[in-house]
């Protein structure tokens, strides 16, 4: 088990307050930079091993968990993390924000051993889409496609239907290089 790390002043720093209309204000307010363990978190505001509540500042996008060590601003009214300083467990990160979080980049890499995306919708615009896997496995309760043109190529193409399947065709052509055959116990032809 880890020891809690005592609450240490870093060093005084004197920094410009904005006002509600973005102007800097007249006076300077001195602040500390402390470091200090987090003993809860809620949302957008942490509780701090000392007793105190600070807030996350927006620049602290990594969510700060139990045990983890942050680095806070504190002034004779209120107390911002700023950073994570060192996680409790270094082999687990969360990006958090109350809001929208934008990647911009020319290009943006991910590699994982897993990836999981759990979203409430996903939306994908590209120009191209390019997939390669070696099994790729789907599961939905409904599927539409749209679809200008189709073209798949196979060597095995399999289609199991447990209830209806209705095709509607502006013409059906079939190239069979040896055989064709369809079993039935009724065919309709209308």
Do not use: Y
């Not at 890499?109 to 897993?114: D, E, F, L, Y």
């Not at 496995?137 to 200008?148: D, F, H, K, M, W």
Request: charge should be positive; proline fraction near 4%.
């Amino acid at each position: 088990m880890r020891r809690k790390a005592p609450e240490r002043a870093i060093r005084p720093v004197r920094a410009l307050r904005a006002d509600a209309g973005g102007k800097g204000s007249e006076g300077l307010e001195e602040g500390v930079l402390e470091e200090d363990v987090v003993r809860e978190c809620d949302g957008g505001a942490i509780g701090l091993g000392n007793g105190a509540r600070a807030v996350l500042a927006p620049s602290c996008l990594v969510r700060p968990e139990p045990g983890d060590r942050v680095l806070v601003w504190r002034t004779g009214r209120e107390r911002i993390a700023l950073a994570v300083l060192e996680r409790r467990d270094p082999r687990v990160l969360a990006v958090a924000t109350p809001g929208e979080l934008s990647l911009e980049a020319t290009r943006i890499v991910v590699r994982a051993q897993s990836l999981q995306l759990r979203a409430g919708e996903l939306l994908t615009s590209a120009e191209a889409v390019h997939e390669v896997s070696r099994i790729s496995t789907r599961s939905a309760e409904l599927r539409v496609a749209e679809i200008g043109t189709d073209i798949r190529r196979a060597k095995t193409a399999r289609d199991e239907v447990e209830g209806t399947f209705v095709q509607r065709l502006g013409a059906w052509v079939s190239d069979t290089a040896r055989e064709a055959r369809v079993a039935a116990r009724a065919m309709l032809f209308g």
